[in-house]
């Protein structure tokens, strides 16, 4: 029997690398119907145009559904795949520039940026969350791509929904160290422990050895360009650490360029969303375009894919997702949600023992963890008391920053997407 897949935020124009996975993964994930779900009328007719050609081309035999009734295309869902972002591009734009002009970091997952994205995603993922426990198929998984991932998935799992949350810079750099040693990607298995945007691959292991000293040796310049890191800390370290990782070892570097003017992420995706749109509309494209390489999210299609199809059939994949820690990593509580390697069956991910962080990673990690738990506190309650300990509990928002200043105008900023924060006046 086939499944039922509904994709909240399915005008993305991510959409396409998700249709492509879906589309090879038949033999392990008959899907009776895809359901995207937006609340833009024309995006959605114009990604479910070309994902419907795309399946078409691909001689799928289900049923696409575009709607923009939540309850219909969450009725009856196996998996609930979440990847939307409130308030669009223009939101992220405020996440990029404002933290600047108050001398931190602004980045749209991570800091300042990462925080306010949080207080406008997580009430809304949460009320989606209820929707599929009381309106999905019995059983039903919710898949979380929505940024912070982390913070959303420590939201979820802290109260009991049947979510894993997932991120493709794990699946990223497991590809581009495979190039590098000229390797079929499926033998490359990844040591990665930490938090969503705050982790290290410790080892890369070839048909179990550890390939990741010789590689560091031969292709260090590449590497440390790729992470816009020094080489020297990754020879002196011996590991990948995540891109986001410059934002905290090269902070005032970052906030010279960002309070230089250097053009934002934000506004190039827009630039980029825009045309990706305008080639979606021609009736004759009927598969991915290349540009969409270009829009993030490289290999979302791969480990999305895969991650389902392994939740469906119970295979056993090992796979990079964020999960109830229960022990994997010795340095964290049980159900602090972290990023490791977890082997997925049906009954969900469990995640493998890795061995202790180093001193400066766990000290790291333990006060994301503190700003992450009272960040969720935050957006769930609009207490400002607890908004202003989140913010000051995240190591790129330093002393130097004028706290109560910056809360004021991020609150501001996004009134209209944060009513716990600004009640109705009755």
């Known amino acids: 029997m086939g499944t039922k897949i509904a994709v909240i935020g399915g005008g993305s124009t991510y959409t396409p690398e998700l249709v492509d996975g879906l589309a090879r993964r038949t033999d392990r994930l008959p899907i009776d119907e895809l359901v995207l779900l937006d609340i833009e009328p024309e995006r959605l007719e114009v990604v479910g145009g070309l994902a419907q050609r795309m399946l078409a081309r691909a001689g799928w035999g289900g049923r696409l559904v575009t709607t923009l009734d939540r309850d219909a295309a969450v009725d009856g869902a196996d998996f609930v795949l979440i990847q939307l972002r409130v308030g669009g591009q223009a939101a992220r734009l405020v996440d990029e520039t404002l933290p600047p002009k108050f001398g931190t970091i602004g980045q749209e997952t991570t800091g300042a940026g990462g925080f306010a994205k949080a207080l406008r995603t997580v009430p809304l993922v949460l009320e989606l969350a209820e929707l599929t426990r009381t309106r999905a198929a019995n059983g039903a998984w919710i898949v979380d791509f929505t940024n912070p991932v982390g913070v959303v998935s420590q939201a979820l799992l802290d109260r009991e929904y049947r979510a894993i949350g997932l991120c ?105 969303e825009r045309q990706l749109l305008e080639l979606y509309r021609d009736p004759k494209l009927d598969r991915k375009p290349a540009l969409l390489d270009d829009r993030g999210g490289a290999y979302y299609s791969e480990a999305a894919a895969q991650l389902i199809a392994s939740l469906h059939d119970g295979r056993g994949d090992v796979q990079v997702v964020d999960v109830r820690n229960e022990g994997a990593m010795p340095d964290l509580e049980a159900m602090d949600v972290v990023e490791v390697a977890a082997r997925i069956d049906r009954d969900g991910a469990h995640p493998l023992p890795v061995a202790p962080l180093a001193d400066d990673q766990r000290e790291l990690v333990l006060q994301v963890k503190r700003y992450e738990r009272l ?17 000051e509990a995240h190591p790129l928002v330093d002393s130097r920053v004028d706290l109560d200043a910056l809360l004021d105008a991020l609150l501001d900023a996004n009134r209209r997407h944060l009513p716990q924060f600004f009640p109705a006046v009755a």
Do not use: C, K
């Open 375 to 391: 960040t969720i506190e935050a957006a769930m309650t609009g207490d400002r008391t607890v908004a202003r300990e989140a913010l």
């Open 168 to 272: 493709n810079v794990a699946i990223t750099l497991q590809r581009m160290v495979a190039r590098r040693l000229g390797v079929d990607p499926d033998r490359v298995a990844l040591e990665h422990v930490g938090l969503n945007h705050l982790s290290w691959e410790r080892a890369a292991r070839v048909d179990g050895v550890d390939r990741l000293p010789d590689l560091i040796a031969s292709d260090g310049q590449f590497l440390a360009d790729d992470l816009g890191l020094p080489l020297e800390q990754l020879q002196r370290s011996g590991v990948l650490p995540s891109y986001y990782l410059r934002y905290f070892d090269r902070f005032d570097e970052v906030l010279r360029h960002q309070q230089e003017g250097g053009e934002t992420r934000a506004s190039e995706v827009m630039e980029i």
